[in-house]
């Protein structure tokens, strides 16, 4: 069965940097997508970048429009992790990320629906 380990979340300032990661077991298909998702209090969950497939050579990433220019999505294919990098962060990215992999649509987004979830994490921008 397919697992998801995710580490990095915690604590910011406004301005500042974090670096998420999500290790997916290696049961995982190389076709498999893999996202970042948040969800905020009294807001739908979001999702805010994709990488098309965990391990093959062709693929391509999503940015969610408010975080575009700031967060870059990347893979070692090697260690199946999914890294966000999150840059110039603002109170608006406060949130629970949960990663999630599965099949991917046109977006290269996980249909959530179908995907393995981790077990999610908060991050907190704040002075």
């Known amino acids: 069965q397919v697992r998801l380990v995710e580490s990095g979340g915690g604590l910011a300032e406004p301005g500042g940097s974090l670096r998420l990661s999500c290790v997916v077991s290696?049961?995982?298909?190389?076709?498999?997508?893999v996202g970042w998702f948040r969800q905020a209090p009294g807001k739908d969950r979001e999702g805010v970048s994709c990488?098309?497939?965990?391990?093959?050579?062709?693929?391509?990433?999503y940015y969610a429009p408010s975080v575009r220019g700031r967060f870059t999505i990347s893979r070692d294919s090697s260690k199946s992790t999914v890294f966000l990098q999150m840059n110039d962060l603002g109170p608006e990215d406060t949130a629970n990320y949960s990663c999630?992999?599965?099949?991917?649509?046109?977006?290269?987004?996980?249909?959530?629906?179908?995907?393995?979830w981790g077990q999610g994490m908060q991050v907190t921008v704040s002075p």
């Open positions: 290696n049961d995982a298909p190389d076709y498999y997508a």
């Open positions: 999630a992999a599965g099949v991917g649509g046109t977006t290269g987004c996980p249909f959530p629906s179908l995907a393995k």
């Open positions: 990488i098309s497939s965990i391990r093959n050579a062709d693929n391509w990433t």
